[in-house]
Each structure stands twice: as structure tokens, then as C-alpha cells.
């Protein structure tokens, strides 16, 4: 039988690549958003690349948990990819209420209903930033997690310990907790730590869709190309490495998409070796930010304008992956590289300019 995957989220960024990639691999997918960061361009995207007409698309805010159990009571759900969540790092020291209300009752909803209709599989989607600022490079997923500098990166920090709390509660206390179990054994979990994910899709119909003034650097790069911003700003030049600039493991989206297809699988199939497994979803490349404005210039033939400024804070010198775990026992690895990602990114940007 057709696997049902719920793609909580699935009109965003990562989502609809993902969904993209999820679709192309035989699953059917339910994508389950408020719309409340993107409108339907990416979805409808979606359904222009893949050919498929009839994605289930369900307008819903993951915090009413009345909706996302009715939405489990209409749908057999096999696996959850849950993105549903703010990610705006500033705007989380703003506003941390928001920001803890939101990204935790939507993901306790999900893992609630889940448990309800007897078990779940959850990706959660994770982010490099719970490794902070650290010296020993490459992180491996056995690094240890700093204390989160953003109510952000708690939300990302304290979801992954739900997570791993609510499996450990499933494998010990089972049937009587978890009625009408699943033969796969109730709850199974992976969180997926992305790196940088940048660029859009080869075909151009699906990318980032930044409200207001962009806070991540290549959306910013590609609205300076374009005219809409006057100028980049790069944040530091008198930074510990090579060129004095930031280095981050700049991730292809749609690699990073192919990774939650290989993780979701490894569920569905039985393939895990522990309940709850946690993978870095990098390049294991580190590439400064001058060394991508300057790639981005020769890919796409383009004079961009940009200044040296001051450090932006809470940035870390350096961080990037060590992949080594994801492509061993995901049997996935990034394959892209930089110029592709950077000229994905590009075009996206004209086309939205069509
Ligand atoms: C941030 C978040 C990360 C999140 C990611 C994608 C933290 C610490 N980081 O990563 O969790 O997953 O966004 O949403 O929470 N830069 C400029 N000029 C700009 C913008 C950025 O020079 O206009 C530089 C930054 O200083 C940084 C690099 O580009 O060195 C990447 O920045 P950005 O794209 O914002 O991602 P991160 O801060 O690494």
C-alpha cells in the first residue's frame, strides 16, 4: 500500500521541495499549512513539476489541536514531516512568546494526534544552530549542543528533546499508552540538523519566498542582483578564518530534500537502528561568505554590489558539518555543487520577476 506522508509546513521553502521529491519517490503526500509565512506560489510549483493535480492540501494552523486531530481522524498518516514553525532568528528575541507558543504547540499537537491514532514516524526538522559556537570542526552529531542563543534555537533544542522524550515513553510503555499500536512499534523519530539550505529548484517553479527584507544571505544576494535591495552588507571581515568572513556548509536544497526522502524510508521500511536517530544534512564543505558572493558574481555573470560592515550579532565564526553518518546510513550524500545551487537561485529570482 501507498505510504501517506504529512508534510506539516508543505507550502514553504523546504517543504514543497521536499514534497516535490516525496511525490517523485512514490509516496502521496498531505500538506498541512497556515499560510501564514508564503501564499501558494511554491504549492502550486509543486503540482506544476510533479504533474499531479490532486496534492490533498489542507489550510490549517498546527497550534489548533482540534484541527490537526481531525485531520489524523480523515487521513491514515504513516509518517510526519513536520516544518510547521517560525525561523526568523531576530524576530525570536522579539518576540520569544510567540515564537515558544507556536513552534512547541504545533509540534506537541502533531506528536499528540500521532499517539492518539496508534503511533506515528516524525522527521522533525532541526538545524545546526544547537551546535552553536564551537572550535572542534567538523560537528559530528555527537558534539555536544550549546545553550541556544535565541529562543529560536531553543524552540529547535527543546523540539528535538520532545522528540526523543515522547519515543523513549513509546518504547517503554507501549500498547498501554500508545492504543491501537502500530506493527512498526508506536513512535519512531529522526531530526534532521540542516546546515545552510540554499537555492530553488533546477526547474525554477519553486524556491524562497522571504517576506520584507530578506535576514539569509542569498535571498539578499539575489534581491541585490535583481534591483531590489541597493546593496549587500557583508557581516565582518575581521573574522578568525581564511578571508575573514563567516564560514557556513552552504546545503542544496533539493540535496537536502533527497536526504528527508532517504530518512522517511529508513522509517517506513524498519530500517532504524535506534527509535530516535539524529542526522547532520551538510556538505561538510565550508565556504566563506566573500568565496560564495564571488561564486555567485561568475556563475550568473553578474557585478554584485556589495560593502564590508560591521559583524551582525549572535553569528558564529564557523560551522559545518561532518556528514559522514547521513551518507552511511542514509545512503544519501549532497551532490550539487555551489555554481548549480547558486544559478538554481538565480533563475528563481528572475522568474519571480517574470
Ligand atoms: C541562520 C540560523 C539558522 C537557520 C538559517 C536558515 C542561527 C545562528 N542561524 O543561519 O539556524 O537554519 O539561518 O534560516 O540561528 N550574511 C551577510 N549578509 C547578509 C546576510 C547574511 O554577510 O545580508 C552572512 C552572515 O553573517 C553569515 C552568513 O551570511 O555569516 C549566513 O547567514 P544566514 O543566511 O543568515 O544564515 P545563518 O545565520 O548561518
Known amino acids: 500500500m501507498t505510504k501517506n506522508v504529512l508534510v506539516s509546513g508543505g507550502a514553504g521553502y523546504i517543504g514543497s521541495h521536499v514534497t516535490v521529491e516525496l511525490i517523485q519517490a512514490g509516496y502521496n503526500v498531505i500538506v498541512a499549512d497556515n499560510l501564514s509565512?508564503?501564499?501558494?506560489?511554491?504549492?502550486?510549483?509543486?503540482?506544476?513539476?510533479?504533474?499531479?493535480?490532486?496534492?490533498?492540501?489542507?489550510?490549517?494552523?498546527?497550534?489548533?489541536?482540534?484541527?490537526?486531530?481531525?485531520?489524523?481522524?480523515?487521513?491514515?498518516?504513516?509518517a510526519v514531516i513536520h516544518f510547521a514553525a517560525f525561523k526568523a532568528?531576530?524576530?525570536?528575541?522579539?518576540?520569544?512568546?510567540?515564537?515558544?507558543?507556536?513552534?512547541?504547540?504545533?509540534?506537541?499537537?502533531?506528536?499528540?494526534?500521532?499517539?492518539?491514532?496508534?503511533?506515528?514516524?516524525?522527521?522533525?526538522?532541526?538545524?545546526?544552530?544547537?551546535?552553536?559556537?564551537?572550535?572542534?570542526?567538523?560537528?559530528?552529531?555527537?558534539?555536544?549542543?550549546?545553550?541556544?542563543?535565541?529562543?529560536?534555537?531553543?524552540?529547535k533544542q527543546i523540539c528535538e528533546d520532545i522528540l526523543r522524550d515522547v519515543v523513549s515513553a513509546a518504547k517503554s510503555y507501549g500498547e498501554s499508552m500508545f492504543p491501537g499500536t502500530r506493527k512498526n512499534g508506536p513512535v519512531k523519530g529522526i531530526a534532521l540538523r540542516y546546515f545552510n539550505p540554499i537555492g530553488a529548484h533546477p526547474s525554477a517553479l519553486i524556491g524562497e519566498l522571504p517576506r520584507g527584507v530578506p535576514n539569509n544571505l542569498v535571498p539578499y544576494i539575489t534581491q541585490t542582483a535583481i534591483g531590489k535591495r541597493e546593496c549587500l552588507s557583508i557581516f565582518g571581515n575581521d573574522y578568525p578564518t581564511p578571508d575573514g568572513t563567516c564560514l557556513r556548509d552552504y546545503i542544496d536544497i533539493v540535496d537536502l530534500a533527497k536526504a528527508h526522502v532517504a530518512a522517511v524510508s529508513r522509517m517506513l521500511d524498519g530500517k532504524m537502528k535506534k527509535d530516535y536517530e539524529i542526522f547532520n544534512i551538510g556538505t561538510g564543505r565550508p565556504v566563506s561568505v566573500y568565496e560564495l558572493v564571488t561564486a555567485f558574481e561568475k556563475v550568473n555573470g553578474i557585478k554584485l554590489n556589495y560593502k564590508f560592515a560591521e559583524r551582525r550579532a549572535g553569528d558564529v565564526t564557523a560551522i559545518w558539518a561532518d556528514p559522514s553518518l547521513a551518507n552511511r546510513?542514509?545512503?544519501?550524500?549532497?551532490?550539487?555543487?555551489?555554481?548549480?545551487t547558486l544559478a538554481a537561485a538565480w533563475a528563481w529570482e528572475k522568474h519571480l520577476a517574470e
Open 37 to 78: 509565512n508564503c501564499d501558494m506560489t511554491c504549492f502550486e510549483g509543486v503540482k506544476a513539476i510533479t504533474g499531479k493535480k490532486d496534492i490533498p492540501f489542507i489550510k490549517i494552523d498546527c497550534c489548533d489541536r482540534d484541527a490537526v486531530f481531525r485531520l489524523f481522524d480523515e487521513y491514515r498518516i504513516d
Open 89 to 155: 532568528v531576530g524576530e525570536s528575541v522579539a518576540e520569544p512568546i510567540k515564537y515558544y507558543r507556536n513552534n512547541l504547540d504545533s509540534f506537541l499537537n502533531i506528536l499528540e494526534a500521532g499517539k492518539n491514532h496508534g503511533g506515528c514516524n516524525i522527521l522533525f526538522s532541526s538545524s545546526a544552530t544547537v551546535y552553536g559556537e564551537t572550535d572542534k570542526l567538523p560537528v559530528t552529531e555527537d558534539s555536544p549542543r550549546q545553550s541556544a542563543t535565541s529562543p529560536y534555537g531553543n524552540t
Open 329 to 340: 546510513e542514509l545512503k544519501w550524500a549532497a551532490e550539487r555543487s555551489i555554481e548549480d
